[in-house]
């Protein structure tokens, strides 16, 4: 089992910045690939960022190229989101997971590729 719990969400501005973060619990972090996700109202829930379990290797949705990054810190247990010049079309609740495909190289970018999910932080980018 592994539990993830999300936080930093909340309101900003439009070209704000937010850092999200995600503790994990209960399996080895350190061996998983971790990933972000968000859902706007009336959408599906999309692939927003991912991290193999070095941070050697990270994948990001052409939507956020060049304003968000990824970044794990294994001996806290946690994986950050760190979303600068933020839109409004940003807005959503923002999830993170973990795919336990245990030292892979690979950062995942499909739903259907994570076996753990948190429980969201909403993300709110006013115009």
């Known amino acids: 089992q592994v539990q993830l719990v999300e936080s930093g969400g909340g309101l900003v501005q439009a070209g704000g910045s937010l850092r999200l973060s995600c503790a994990a619990s209960?399996?080895?972090?350190?061996?998983?690939?971790m990933g972000w996700f968000r859902q706007a109202p009336g959408k599906e829930r999309e692939f927003v960022a991912a991290?193999?379990?070095?941070?050697?290797?990270?994948d990001y949705a052409d939507s956020v190229k060049g304003r968000f990054t990824i970044s794990r810190d294994n001996a806290k247990n946690t994986v950050y989101l760190q979303m600068d010049s933020l839109k409004p079309e940003d807005t959503a609740v923002y999830y993170c997971a973990a795919d336990l495909s245990y030292y892979s190289d690979y950062a995942p970018s499909h739903l259907y590729e994570y076996d753990y999910w948190g429980q969201g932080t909403q993300v709110t980018v006013s115009s």
């Open positions: 209960g399996r080895t972090f350190s061996s998983y690939a």
């Open positions: 991290i193999n379990w070095s941070g050697g290797n990270t």
